[in-house]
């Protein structure tokens, strides 16, 4: 477990990261817990990434004012879900964040949610329409207990409760995995690449794919060198242009011009304005 304290001129960060059980680590990739106060208030951008998003908010609830999805009003959440999506969503804060954030992957989807990627596309939805009572389960009884391994642990056991109870249910079909894997996971795959390797042709690739995860494989890879690109411009002493060439962007401009699309904004505007630390940047 990775556990991060930090105190700026600004405000103190508190956090840790694990891994989940072995036995959910295919469906969870992280477990995130995080404490923030003494922020300036303003507005935190929830950018694009390969997985899907779980919250549980020990504190306020998240206050969602402007969502990925096209027709989705702003909300409040107590803990949500969110699938995939290329567009960022807009989050309120008065300076203060407390809760715990899950990764969970495509397969993650459907064996601990319930539902493919796809139903949940770009909507932010309550957690307790997905998981019912566990969900209200997980919320009081991580409240009530202290230390981020203990409330990690819970996790643990709820999670693999689901999981046990849904082996007999659908299982994400093994070759779109597989897709998803080879466009996420090696930077600069072509379509055609993995289409050929499954013996399908690109149109029959794009239609399973998207019907699954709810985005095209063309999509998918470039949510993934967004959020390579992301994870170098945390670092304060990463240039743009070297970003841009480490990650696969033709160019720097190229790079600027995936970020107005993904973000709204550009690179360097998004390190200007992001004052919340994170926790994966202690082993960044």
């Given at each position: 477990?990775?556990?991060?304290?930090?105190?700026?001129v600004?405000?103190?960060?508190?956090?840790?990261?694990q891994?989940?059980?072995?036995?959910?680590?295919p469906?969870?990739r992280?477990?995130?817990?995080?404490r923030?106060?003494?922020?300036?208030?303003?507005?935190h951008?929830g950018l694009?990434?390969?997985?899907?998003t779980?919250?549980?908010?020990?504190d306020?609830?998240v206050?969602?004012?402007?969502?990925?999805?096209?027709?989705?009003q702003?909300g409040?959440?107590?803990?949500?879900?969110?699938?995939?999506?290329?567009?960022a969503?807009?989050?309120a804060?008065?300076?203060?964040q407390?809760?715990?954030?899950?990764?969970?992957?495509?397969?993650?989807?459907?064996?601990?949610?319930?539902?493919?990627?796809?139903?949940?596309?770009?909507?932010?939805v309550?957690?307790?329409?997905?998981l019912?009572?566990?969900?209200?389960?997980?919320?009081?009884?991580?409240a009530?207990?202290?230390?981020?391994?203990?409330?990690?642990?819970?996790?643990?056991?709820?999670?693999?409760?689901?999981?046990?109870?849904?082996?007999?249910t659908?299982?994400?079909?093994?070759?779109?995995?597989h897709?998803?894997?080879?466009?996420?996971?090696?930077?600069?795959?072509?379509?055609?690449?993995v289409a050929?390797?499954?013996?399908w042709?690109r149109?029959?690739?794009?239609?399973?794919?998207?019907?699954?995860?709810?985005?095209?494989?063309?999509?998918?890879?470039?949510?993934?060198?967004?959020?390579?690109?992301?994870a170098?411009?945390r670092?304060?002493?990463?240039?743009?242009?070297e970003?841009?060439?480490?990650?696969?962007?033709?160019?720097?401009?190229h790079l600027?011009?995936?970020?107005?699309?993904?973000?709204?904004?550009?690179p360097?505007r998004?390190r200007?304005?992001?004052?919340?630390?994170?926790?994966?940047?202690?082993?960044?």
């Open positions: 477990m990775i556990v991060a304290r930090s105190s700026t600004v405000g103190i960060s508190d956090g840790a990261r891994r989940p059980a072995p036995l959910l680590q469906y969870v992280w477990y995130e817990g995080y923030l106060t003494g922020f300036p208030p303003g507005q951008l694009s990434s390969p997985d899907l779980v919250v549980l908010s020990l306020r609830p206050d969602i004012t402007r969502a990925a999805a096209p027709g989705q702003p409040r959440f107590t803990a949500l879900a969110s699938g995939l999506t290329t567009s969503v807009t989050i804060h008065d300076g203060n407390h809760g715990i954030q899950l990764a969970l992957t495509p397969a993650g989807a459907r064996a601990l949610l319930g539902v493919p990627t796809s139903a949940l596309g770009a909507w932010v309550e957690l307790d329409d997905l019912g009572p566990d969900a209200q389960e997980l919320l009081e009884r991580i009530a207990t202290p230390g981020w391994q203990e409330r990690f642990a819970v996790l643990d056991g709820v999670l693999t409760r689901r999981l046990l109870e849904a082996r007999d659908a299982q994400m079909d093994a070759r779109v995995a897709a998803w894997q080879q466009l996420v996971a090696r930077p600069g795959t072509a379509v055609r690449d050929d390797d499954l013996g042709s149109r029959y690739l794009t239609a399973r794919f998207t019907a699954e995860l709810g985005i095209t494989p063309k999509e998918s890879a470039r949510i993934a060198r967004f959020d390579r690109s992301k170098m411009l670092r304060p002493a990463a240039r743009l242009s970003v841009a060439v480490q990650c696969g962007f033709y160019d720097q401009s600027a011009r995936e970020w107005r699309e993904f973000a709204g904004v550009p360097s998004w200007q304005d992001e004052v919340f630390p994170f926790v994966q940047d202690s082993d960044a």
